[in-house]
């Protein structure tokens, strides 16, 4: 007796595929708006939570070499023409693994290897990436060894949605974060003392740049001139009020320093060493300006903690004094033990941060 032919959509169950569809897409909503909450609650748990926390990306990054295997396998069986296209596809699946995850978590490799920008050899970098492709260099050859052959279209179409969903849910993810942060939700492409003092002074940015648009044949040259000499005449570095930063690392501080040189502002940015819990300053109605570390990484959380416990004394000793706060923190103010007056929400790069006012 013949069994009813069953739904099927890639060879498996239509039931089962909405299924995880139905999931994927849940995960995705409730990971976008909690996803560090989350990760800071495990690794607060178990050391096992900790590790799928930190690492856990590494295991859906997996599935971007194994798309590219079977994208390879399906287009080759099709036939010598596709040869070219099947390395190509196999070759940007394995990227995009090593890309995702040296973006996501390269700072903890990076720092394996000692490398620090500008200050060590960019071979430093180079072995951070090699890190990554190593890491990633068995899934290929075990998928294109264990492929089933017999149906190519399936093993193509099979790649080709593991890809695409791989690529729509990293940016719907990011999305909905944006999406999740609004009204408020700003970028935050850099902070730092040096834009900081040309936003005092009126110094337009770009001042000293070229640009593209100086060389089209039909925009006003003259225009274009007369623009940037306002833009000089408006500059005016007395008006930069003191700005003074401190940081432990001299490494950091040397760094700094370079930076305030090439900005033109040396004698208007003063750095010097010295560890927090010291720090103690004379001047009156001071603005404490920090992006302490976040601990995003998940492995130095309680160093950061210890570290955001030295906020309220900072303050104390500083009477009249206002502090600002960069921080992914979740729970910065219970920490602290200080309540902000203001808050808002913004990204360093893709990382979700709060900017609060105390």
Same mark, same amino acid.
């Given at each position: 007796?013949?069994?009813?032919?069953?739904? !099927?959509?890639?060879?498996?169950?239509?039931?089962?595929?909405?299924?995880?569809?139905?999931?994927?897409?849940?995960?995705?909503?409730?990971?976008?708006?909690?996803?560090?909450?989350?990760?800071?609650?495990?690794?607060?748990?178990?050391?096992?939570?900790?590790?799928?926390?930190?690492?856990?990306?590494?295991?859906?990054?997996?599935?971007?070499?194994?798309?590219?295997?079977?994208?390879?396998?399906?287009?080759?069986?099709?036939?010598?023409?596709?040869?070219?296209?099947?390395?190509?596809?196999?070759?940007?699946?394995?990227?995009?693994?090593?890309?995702?995850?040296?973006?996501?978590?390269?700072?903890?490799?990076?720092?394996?290897?000692?490398?620090?920008?500008?200050?060590?050899?960019?071979?430093?970098?180079?072995?951070?990436?090699?890190?990554?492709?190593?890491?990633?260099?068995?899934?290929?050859?075990?998928?294109?060894?264990?492929?089933?052959?017999?149906?190519?279209?399936?093993?193509?179409?099979?790649?080709?949605?593991?890809?695409?969903?791989?690529?729509?849910?990293?940016?719907?993810?990011?999305?909905?974060?944006?999406?999740?942060?609004?009204?408020?939700?700003?970028?935050?492409?850099?902070?730092? %003392?040096?834009?900081?003092?040309?936003?005092?002074?009126?110094?337009?940015?770009?001042?000293?740049?070229?640009?593209?648009?100086?060389?089209?044949?039909?925009?006003?040259?003259?225009?274009?001139?007369?623009?940037?000499?306002?833009?000089?005449?408006?500059?005016?570095?007395?008006?930069?009020?003191?700005?003074?930063?401190?940081?432990?690392?001299?490494?950091?501080?040397?760094?700094?320093?370079?930076?305030?040189?090439?900005?033109?502002?040396?004698?208007?940015? %003063?750095?010097?060493?010295?560890?927090?819990?010291?720090?103690?300053?004379?001047?009156?109605?001071?603005?404490?300006? !920090?992006?302490?570390?976040?601990?995003?990484?998940?492995?130095?959380?309680?160093?950061? %903690?210890?570290?955001?416990?030295?906020?309220?004394?900072?303050?104390?000793?500083?009477?009249?004094?206002?502090?600002?706060?960069?921080?992914?923190?979740?729970?910065?103010?219970?920490?602290?033990?200080?309540?902000?007056?203001?808050?808002?929400?913004?990204?360093?790069?893709?990382?979700?941060?709060?900017?609060?006012?105390?």
């Amino acid at each position: 007796m013949d069994k009813k032919k069953q739904n !099927t959509i890639l060879a498996v169950p239509s039931a089962c595929f909405w299924a995880v569809v139905a999931t994927c897409l849940a995960g995705i909503a409730v990971g976008s708006v909690a996803d560090y909450p989350i990760n800071v609650l495990l690794a607060h748990k178990t050391a096992l939570g900790a590790f799928f926390a930190t690492y856990g990306s590494y295991f859906s990054y997996c599935l971007y070499p194994a798309a590219g295997a079977c994208l390879f396998v399906g287009l080759r069986e099709k036939g010598a023409r596709y040869r070219l296209l099947a390395w190509t596809l196999l070759f940007v699946g394995y990227f995009m693994a090593v890309y995702y995850s040296n973006n996501y978590n390269g700072k903890a490799v990076r720092a394996l290897f000692a490398y620090q920008p500008g200050q060590t050899s960019a071979w430093r970098s180079v072995a951070s990436w090699l890190f990554w492709a190593a890491l990633y260099a068995w899934v290929a050859p075990v998928v294109v060894r264990l492929a089933d052959r017999s149906d190519a279209d399936k093993l193509i179409a099979v790649g080709a949605a593991i890809l695409l969903a791989g690529i729509c849910a990293d940016n719907v993810n990011l999305w909905l974060k944006q999406v999740a942060s609004r009204p408020r939700f700003k970028y935050l492409l850099t902070l730092s %003392e040096p834009q900081a003092a040309f936003r005092a002074a009126r110094r337009a940015p770009g001042l000293t740049r070229a640009f593209d648009v100086e060389n089209w044949p039909y925009v006003d040259a003259n225009a274009l001139r007369d623009a940037r000499e306002d833009a000089r005449r408006r500059y005016d570095p007395s008006l930069i009020p003191v700005i003074r930063g401190s940081d432990i690392s001299a490494e950091a501080l040397t760094l700094a320093r370079r930076h305030i040189r090439q900005a033109g502002l040396e004698g208007k940015i %003063e750095v010097f060493q010295k560890d927090l819990r010291e720090l103690q300053l004379q001047e009156r109605d001071i603005c404490f300006l !920090t992006n302490p570390p976040y601990g995003e990484r998940l492995g130095d959380i309680k160093q950061c %903690e210890a570290l955001y416990r030295q906020m309220k004394p900072l303050i104390a000793r500083h009477p009249g004094s206002r502090l600002c706060v960069i921080t992914s923190h979740p729970g910065f103010e219970r920490v602290a033990g200080m309540k902000a007056q203001k808050k808002t929400r913004l990204y360093n790069g893709r990382l979700e941060c709060n900017f609060m006012r105390f």
